[in-house]
């Protein structure tokens, strides 16, 4: 591949644009979903507007790297056959929450790693706090009335955010990033991310982001600080299988559930009715091979509460199983070079993508961004020691 920019001094500054960009999306990504920015349109359209300027600078430095001969010819072709369908899909679709993982990978491929990780944590944790503060002193509240059938009401608190679980997902996105950015953890750090798990919990009464982060925590301290070496033996096993089998899972237990069957329905009460609501969508959406007009999934889409079931309604057949099959490579790699804290991440992530949101959509780009990182690892054998 010809260089057509040989001299570097602009790499530095390249890469600064790259982290302040990035600073800028994952902050105002979080204020998108504020109660305040949700307040009035006006708001969300400069919030929007300053989401999609930021990333769209960020992808304005792959033109940069392009002619610095970052990329090889292989990666050109590799990166177009993906794009292929998954650009289908997005015409399909009409948003762009899978593709801008493509992005992430090819920007982030020549600036630091652990310095993404740390600046998306950062603006993580900024961007909470400035939802919090506006619950607090402002009448933004984000407190939202669940009823029931019986007649019951269920209060939930967003703190700042327009949905109660938005903020708790978003909590179980801090303990990741946490986790990815930083490889040692004190006995303090245990105790001060289980305590905020529980107070966030006592707000926002999610349960599932709540089991999630203390899975995470609980994993960590098993693997990283005590290190038994033979369950850890098992999970990494787990963790090469994790996506094909919560893919399966997802989409077959949906599908075999049937209604006033004893079993099939104690373990539809245990996950909150998710099977039969999953079930629903699937008769009123199915699926296609590259995704579908919103037109056709809208009414019936809402009843699915799954992330690999919605890629499969929303973005087809063949992104479910192009995602599918890089994440699982991913682990794999992860798993070769002995990387735990993304080995935890990746399979927590798996988890969740059974029955909750959150697979291969923006809040996976601090992730994404380490493939790169990880993938030299693996192609040099270089062992992580944690």
């Not at 949700?38 to 792959?62: D, G, H, K, P, Y």
């Not at 237990?253 to 969508?281: A, E, H, K, M």
């Not at 992860?334 to 059974?354: C, D, E, G, Q, T």
């Amino acid at each position: 591949m010809p260089v057509f920019i040989k001299n570097n001094k602009y790499d530095n500054l390249i890469n600064n644009v790259v982290y302040a960009s990035f600073f800028v999306h994952q902050l105002f990504f979080l204020f998108s979903v504020s109660a305040f920015a949700r307040s009035a349109q006006s708001i969300r359209n400069v919030v929007n507007s300053i989401i999609i300027l930021s990333f769209a600078v960020m992808s304005l430095t792959i033109i940069y790297y392009f002619f610095r001969g970052k990329f090889s010819p292989k990666e050109i072709v590799v990166y177009a056959i993906i794009a292929v369908p998954l650009l289908i899909s997005l015409y399909n679709y009409r948003v762009v929450m899978v593709i801008s993982n493509l992005f992430y990978a090819a920007i982030f491929k020549n600036v630091n790693c652990k310095k993404s990780l740390k600046i998306v944590l950062y603006a993580t944790v900024i961007g909470f706090c400035i939802n919090i503060l506006f619950y607090i002193f402002t009448p933004y509240k984000g407190i939202v009335g669940q009823s029931y059938p019986d007649g019951s009401l269920r209060m939930r608190n967003g703190l700042g955010f327009s949905y109660a679980y938005i903020t708790s997902y978003y909590y179980l996105t801090i303990v990741l990033m946490v986790i990815l950015a930083y490889d040692k953890f004190n006995l303090m750090t245990y105790i001060i991310l289980t305590v905020l798990n529980i107070v966030v919990f006592k707000f926002t009464d999610t349960k599932a982001a709540f089991t999630y982060t203390m899975l995470a925590i609980i994993m960590h301290l098993m693997f990283i600080r005590f290190k038994n070496q033979f369950i850890y033996n098992i999970f990494k096993i787990g963790v090469i299988v994790i996506y094909p089998i919560a893919t399966l899972l997802a989409i077959f237990l949906p599908v075999f559930y049937v209604r006033g069957n004893r079993i099939w329905d104690i373990l539809n009460r245990i996950v909150n009715g998710r099977l039969s609501l999953t079930q629903r969508s699937f008769i009123d959406c199915g699926w296609t091979w590259f995704g579908q007009s919103a037109a056709l999934w809208k009414e019936g889409v809402r009843w699915a509460d799954s992330a690999i079931v919605l890629m499969l309604i929303q973005n087809g057949l063949i992104v479910l199983i192009m995602s599918v099959i890089f994440m699982t490579f991913f682990s794999y790699m992860a798993v070769k070079i002995n990387h735990k804290p993304l080995m935890i991440v990746m399979f927590v992530m798996a988890i969740r993508a059974i029955f909750d949101l959150g697979f291969m959509t923006m809040q996976l780009g601090p992730v994404i961004i380490m493939f790169y990182d990880v993938y030299y690892k693996y192609k040099n054998r270089i062992i992580c020691d944690y």
